[in-house]
């Protein structure tokens, strides 16, 4: 843009000026940079071209277009499944964390529409179903076996979307406080 400016005013013309001022402008949109952790999906017109990142990107204007920016790092998501019947019959409300990362950038962008959310709703419905196929007993002192069920579940459901869950925790099983006080007089009773 100075450079027009200053050509457009040596000679008199302001033709140039302006020609620098679009030229200067329609750089500033082709270029971007993307992070070290980040990936940039690049449509061209609509259709697939290319995955690029980290450093500095050079895009075509109003051809190219970014539509996502994926983030590499692991990722922390915490969910939960809320008055979940398990297989005894007992209302839980179990709170859990699942770790992930985006493996295929280009699969986690164009085989489902929002990965961020998809990956969520398919944690919580995998707790659903491992509450319901779990005893509470189980449920209260077989953690790391039920950690583990839920990661292999996981990781089958994402696996097609470039996303791999690297561990799943259950943070807290919630009984009702009814149930809490008859296994509280239970335990006090056999002791």
Request: with cysteine; proline share 4%; hydrophobic share 50%.
């Amino acid at each position: 843009v100075a450079g027009g400016a200053a050509l457009g005013f040596i000679l008199h013309q302001p033709l140039f000026a302006a020609a620098g001022a679009a030229l200067g402008f329609l750089c500033l949109l082709s270029l971007r940079i993307a992070s070290e952790w980040q990936r940039a999906i690049i449509l061209r017109l609509g259709r697939f071209d290319r995955m690029s990142g980290p450093g500095f990107l050079f895009l075509i204007p109003f051809v190219d277009t970014v539509p996502y920016w994926i983030d590499l790092r692991t990722i922390t998501t915490p969910f939960t499944a809320e008055q979940t019947l398990t297989k005894d019959g007992v209302s839980v409300d179990v709170d859990a964390v699942l770790f992930w990362r985006v493996m295929d950038p280009k699969k986690a962008a164009l085989e489902v529409q929002n990965y961020q959310e998809a990956i969520t709703w398919s944690a919580q419905t995998a707790l659903r179903d491992i509450i319901g196929e779990t005893d509470l007993a189980e449920m209260l002192t077989g953690r790391q076996k039920i950690d583990s069920r839920l990661q292999s579940m996981i990781g089958a459901r994402t696996g097609p979307w470039g996303i791999t869950a690297l561990s799943v925790e259950i943070r807290d099983v919630k009984i009702p406080a009814s149930l809490q006080n008859v296994m509280s007089m239970q335990a006090q009773a056999e002791r």
